[in-house]
């Protein structure tokens, strides 16, 4: 086993289950002294295990991860998976040998037109037709015909993809973590991706199809022969150039750095809302007649409005319209969000509903008088505001459910490949509540009765930032840090970290921002190499570069076939750079060695 100087993340060369999976004995002998006959009882029992498909719980992140963008062509690709023993519960090997077990689980990666199409079929269908080598398992209850998904290979290709039997034990190791690094088995691939194209990624098992001692039975065909293989998982990604990085692509969102809010227009009366972040809109009236008015979302720039607790609850939108007589136009912002808030909440039926019947309970239990001398007992009216109206209101303050347009009213104010930073509007926040609380808010007497109840939440600062750009598609699960200082010691709370769309991820925190951090999630923890010309690589030694960087470059080393990484070849050499028994440098020792941390990219605001 192996760890990083840190001591965040244990590498262990495998975890065998106590028993593997398949079928077993238990054999009782009692032996007493008045009868020299013994006696014995022998009962059987099945561990099973997964074999042909495993459960979407058991299959855990990937990198580079599903459906990615970028430049990964340095990058082994893995995969985590939750059970720490799975890899080693079956054996590659009709006959488990001595020693440390042999994963069965293995990741092949097909780039281009080589990407093979599953096919799903029964287990006696996929072993029994003469279009692809596959033989049949061993050891299948009678009966059993489980469904399948199979890929087939063209022997040739497969014979360059698949590891060696020396290769296997090297591939697949236990990661655990004292922090953010998930537990889990990992199965890392020997191929590098090609620059250019997409990748196709598929788990497959390798139980039973290796010969004792010997490499994979490709079968007795010709090389444009085809090989069946189960398939248990896969992914997809796309391999672009090296400009293409994750912190180049992250980096670049401030390459056209502006706040959110239109350029300028010339007009004097309309460049200082302009500037305010506000868009001109259509506004039809309430007469029929058609006009244009100021409009600005919740996210404002500069300092934000705070909400006014002393204002009163509205009873109409148009209570909130501004008129501004310098330049002949209404401000609507307040009286959309109003508006906003309760046609979602009308929308909301269950909301809807429970709200009104707890007002209903609230009036009741304000209006009920009882006289002292009332000789029975009178039972109270529960007027706690339900849980479940606290929580849809929480929602919409944290923005959840609003639409798009009600947001960004206006395409341009977040280009492609941006990010902006803004705070939010509170009064803009309040109002988008009040409209939903005003559902049975009829009279002067229901506003102050909703007056006289404000609802538990809280409006305290919230900054954030939008982000816009192919990373956030790219790169699922992106990770968002922020903090109120540029040293990155004091942490904001998140209130909603969320994709908008696919390419557009919003970012709330509690608090002042300052410092905004962008990285990848900690599965990207990953295992690559530098890439050369020539059809070579290098590697800088994790020890050896710790002292010396220039002692720690191991190589050039030549690629193998379709840019496959020499695993054996490769751990041998490290091995003797670093001085160690070559048996001893075992699959934690590799994984150390080869580990790779993602990027993050701060931005600090000024």
Same mark, same amino acid.
């Given at each position: ?475 699922? +699960?992106? !990770?968002?840090?922020?903090?109120? $200082?540029?040293?990155? #010691? &004091?942490? @904001? =709370?998140?209130?909603?970290?969320? *994709? /908008? ?53 191991? +190589?050039? !080393?030549?690629?193998?076939?379709? $840019?496959?990484?020499? #695993? &054996?070849? @490769? =751990?041998?050499?490290?091995?003797? *750079? /670093? ?28």
């Amino acid at each position: 086993m192996s760890a990083t100087p840190q001591d965040r993340t244990l590498f262990v060369d495998y975890q065998a289950p106590s028993l593997g999976a398949g079928d077993y004995s238990i054999k009782v002998t009692q032996t007493i002294s008045v009868d020299p006959k013994p006696y014995t009882a022998t009962r059987t029992f099945s561990v099973a295990g997964e074999r042909f498909a495993l459960p979407p719980t058991l299959v855990g992140a990937a990198f580079p991860p599903d459906g990615s963008l970028g430049d990964h062509s340095h990058v082994l690709p893995h995969l985590v998976l939750g059970r720490s023993s799975l890899p080693w519960e079956r054996g590659p090997e009709a006959v488990r040998g001595q020693g440390a077990p042999l994963p069965w689980l293995a990741l092949l990666l097909f780039a281009g037109n080589e990407q093979p199409e599953p096919q799903v079929m029964a287990l006696s269908e996929a072993t029994g037709g003469p279009d692809a080598y596959f033989p049949s398992p061993a050891a299948l209850p009678a009966g059993d015909d489980p469904k399948v998904t199979v890929i087939d290979v063209p022997r040739a290709l497969l014979a360059d993809l698949l590891p060696t039997r020396a290769e296997l034990p090297l591939l697949a190791h236990v990661r655990r973590g004292d922090g953010d690094v998930p537990d889990g088995a990992v199965v890392v691939g020997k191929r590098l991706p090609p620059a250019g194209t997409s990748s196709t990624v598929h788990l497959v098992s390798l139980e039973g199809r290796f010969p004792v001692g010997k490499d994979f039975d490709l079968g007795p065909g010709g090389p444009d022969s085809l090989v069946r293989l189960v398939s248990l998982a896969g992914w997809r990604f796309a391999c672009l150039d090296e400009a293409e990085t994750f912190g180049r692509l992250v980096a670049r969102l401030t390459e056209a750095g502006s706040p959110l809010r239109l350029p300028d227009s010339g007009e004097q009366n309309a460049d200082p809302f302009l500037r305010q972040g506000y868009v001109p809109v259509r506004h039809r009236l309430r007469g029929g007649g058609r006009s244009v008015a100021w409009y600005r979302g919740p996210f404002a720039i500069g300092p934000a409005t705070a909400a006014d607790p002393d204002r009163g609850p509205a009873r109409a939108a148009d209570e909130l319209l501004r008129y501004h007589p310098g330049v002949g136009m209404f401000d609507v912002s307040h009286a959309a969000a109003w508006e906003a808030g309760r046609l979602l909440a009308l929308r909301s039926t269950g909301f809807a509903e429970a709200l009104y019947a707890w007002k209903r309970r609230r009036d009741q239990a304000e209006k009920r008088t009882v006289a002292a001398a009332h000789p029975l007992a009178v039972a109270p009216i529960d007027d706690v505001l339900p849980a479940g109206v606290i929580e849809w209101l929480t929602g919409l303050s944290r923005l959840e459910g609003v639409p798009f347009g009600y947001l960004l009213p206006d395409e341009r104010l977040l280009p492609v490949e941006t990010v902006r930073f803004f705070q939010l509007d509170q009064e803009w926040m309040r109002h988008l509540v009040d409209g939903a609380y005003s559902l049975g808010r009829v009279g002067s007497v229901d506003a102050e009765l909703d007056a006289a109840h404000p609802l538990p939440l809280d409006h305290s600062p919230v900054t954030g930032a939008l982000i816009r750009s192919d990373v956030v598609s790219g790169y699922p +699960g992106l !990770l968002v840090d922020a903090y109120a $200082d540029q040293t990155g #010691v &004091r942490p @904001l =709370a998140p209130v909603r970290v969320d *994709r /908008l769309g696919p390419s557009v991820l919003l970012c709330l925190f509690r608090g002042d921002l300052v410092r905004l951090d962008i990285h990848q999630q900690p599965e990207s923890l990953h295992f690559g190499v530098e890439r050369q010309p020539g059809g070579t690589f290098t590697k800088r030694l994790r020890d050896l570069s710790d002292t010396a960087p220039d002692a720690g470059e191991l +190589g050039p !080393l030549p690629l193998g076939p379709r $840019d496959t990484v020499p #695993v &054996r070849q @490769l =751990a041998d050499a490290m091995a003797a *750079r /670093l001085g160690t028994d070559p048996a001893a440098f075992t699959a934690g020792a590799l994984a150390r060695q080869m580990l790779e941390t993602g990027e993050r990219v701060t931005f600090l605001r000024g």
